[in-house]
């Protein structure tokens, strides 16, 4: 029997390592409220921008104070992984003046959606004039022990960072979590635009959510968790 070239060899394993990795990948569309499980939050199917996509607004239960509003997407769960979807966020009709059209993602979640880590994006900070609300566009928080406020208390800068955004405006996230460490990626950056080493929740499991904050009319397409 012929012989194979021992570079051929070598390569087989990374191929086949590959095509696991790829396999492993679980794709949600996002195109249809259906199955998904609301946590304070209202959904539905809707077309933004021309793409197919849920739209995500808070209950009147959501607007108490630190009430979680998410939407928990079955299928998802992860206990380390890469969370990559694309958002829209802006202030919606009525809402107040220190809305910024909160949006992103949470993971870790458990099932009722009590307890998850997060990360979102103000969209209205980053263009702003006031440097310090730029500082504040990205922002992560751990829910119910660590909201934004007391994160920024606490720690000062530590837990939010600048990022380029534009409100209303398709937005690619991408959040590596591996133990008690989160990046975030925005725009498809090679460089993350906020690290979290110290997750609040610690190494933990659960599922991925969609999350909006206080009077944000919010868009999420293409969801994607990889092991």
Request: no cysteine.
């Amino acid at each position: 029997m012929r012989k194979r070239p021992l570079f051929f060899a070598l390569l087989l394993p990374a191929a086949l390592l590959s095509l696991g990795q790829a396999a492993g990948t679980r794709t949600f569309p996002l195109d249809s409220a259906e199955g998904l499980k609301n946590v304070n939050v209202l959904t539905e199917a809707a077309t933004y921008q021309g793409r197919k996509a849920v739209r995500v607004v808070e209950t009147p239960a959501g607007r108490e104070k630190d009430a979680p509003t998410l939407v928990l997407v079955p299928g998802t769960e992860i206990e380390d992984g890469i969370i990559e979807v694309e958002v829209a966020g802006k202030p919606g009709a009525g809402a107040p003046s220190d809305a910024r059209g909160f949006v992103g993602v949470v993971f870790r979640a458990t099932p009722d959606g009590s307890k998850h880590e997060g990360i979102y994006i103000r969209p209205t900070n980053g263009r702003a004039d006031d440097q310090l609300r730029r500082n504040r566009s990205a922002q992560y928080f751990s829910y119910p022990e660590f909201p934004w406020h007391r994160l920024r208390k606490e720690a000062p800068g530590q837990y939010e960072s600048y990022v380029d955004l534009v409100p209303g405006e398709w937005t690619k996230l991408r959040i590596q979590v591996s133990g008690t460490t989160a990046r975030l990626y925005v725009h498809g950056a090679e460089q993350p635009a906020l690290i979290i080493n110290d997750l609040k929740l610690g190494k933990s499991k659960g599922a991925v959510g969609l999350w909006v904050g206080q009077g944000t009319e919010g868009y999420f397409t293409n969801l994607r968790v990889s092991p």
